[in-house]
C-alpha cells in the first residue's frame, strides 16, 4: 500500500520561510511525478509545483521564483522549500505522485501571517 507522508508545515510570518517534505512508503515504482498541490478555503486545489524521476519541473506562476521543489529518489522524498511567503500562500498543502496511479497525502497546513 502505498504511503505518503508530509511534514513541515506550521505558521510564519510574512517574507518568511519553511520546507515541505513528503516521505513516499510501498511503491515500487522508479518512473513518477512527485509533487505539490494546495487548497485554500473556498478554492479549488491548485497546482504549486511537480517533479518528474528524471527532474523536470514545473511551477505554478504564483510561486515561480520563490518556491524549490526538489527529490531525493534514494530516500522516496520530495521537498518544497518555500521562501518569500505570502499571506495568500496560506493553504492546505498537498503531496502527490503519479506513477501508475495517483496517490495523495493527508495534508499539513501552512498559514502565512501578515
Known amino acids: 500500500q502505498v504511503q505518503l507522508v508530509e511534514s513541515g508545515g506550521g505558521l510564519v510570518q510574512a517574507g518568511g520561510s519553511l520546507r515541505l517534505s513528503c516521505a513516499v512508503s510501498?511503491?515500487?515504482?522508479?518512473?513518477?511525478?512527485m509533487g505539490w498541490y494546495r487548497q485554500a478555503p473556498g478554492k479549488q486545489r491548485e497546482l504549486v509545483a511537480v517533479?518528474?524521476?528524471?527532474?523536470?519541473?514545473n511551477y505554478a506562476d504564483s510561486v515561480k521564483g520563490r518556491f524549490t521543489i526538489s527529490r531525493d529518489n534514494a530516500k522516496k522524498t520530495v521537498y518544497l522549500q518555500m521562501n518569500s511567503l505570502k499571506p495568500e500562500d496560506t493553504a492546505v498543502y498537498y503531496c502527490?505522485?503519479?506513477?501508475?496511479?495517483?496517490?495523495w497525502g493527508q495534508g499539513t497546513q501552512v498559514t502565512v501571517s501578515s
Open positions: 517533479i518528474g524521476s528524471r527532474g523536470s519541473i
Open positions: 510501498g511503491s515500487i515504482f522508479s518512473f513518477d511525478v
Open positions: 502527490y505522485k503519479r506513477d501508475l496511479r495517483e496517490y
